[in-house]
């Protein structure tokens, strides 16, 4: 088994740069591959992007001006973070991450949910 810990999320102030950790522990292996989602009220669970295990990182196109992702260093190498730029009231939702590990298997967070108001 594989666990998923985010963190970093609650209340921020429009404008303000959150940082994301997502922490992997348990039985990972290889991690190939981390990524994260969202999920507003309402809406349905969306990618925001994902860092491979050569470094790699997505973002998808409506987002990759101010969302980053990247891994921590040795030995916090199964530490993802998902930094965030100039975040408004518009994207108040819950951040998920997961991982690809050994044995292809996909492991998701509970989340973490980020509330953007002033």
């Known amino acids: 088994q594989v666990q998923l810990v985010e963190s970093g999320g609650g209340l921020v102030q429009p404008g303000v740069s959150p940082r994301l950790p997502c922490a992997a522990s348990?039985?990972?292996?290889?991690?190939?591959?981390s990524g994260w989602y969202r999920q507003a009220p309402g809406k349905e669970r969306e990618l925001v992007g994902s860092?491979?295990?050569?470094?790699?990182?997505?973002?998808v196109d409506s987002l990759k001006d101010r969302f980053t992702i990247s891994r921590g260093g040795f030995p916090n190498g199964h530490t993802v973070y998902l930094h965030m730029n100039n975040l408004s009231p518009e994207n108040p939702a819950v951040y998920y991450c997961?991982?690809?590990?050994?044995?292809?298997?996909?492991?998701w967070g509970q989340g973490t949910q980020v509330t953007v108001s002033s």
């Open positions: 997961t991982a690809l590990v050994t044995g292809l298997r996909t492991y």
């Open positions: 348990g039985s990972i292996g290889r991690l190939y591959k």
């Open positions: 860092i491979t295990i050569d470094a790699n990182i997505n973002v």
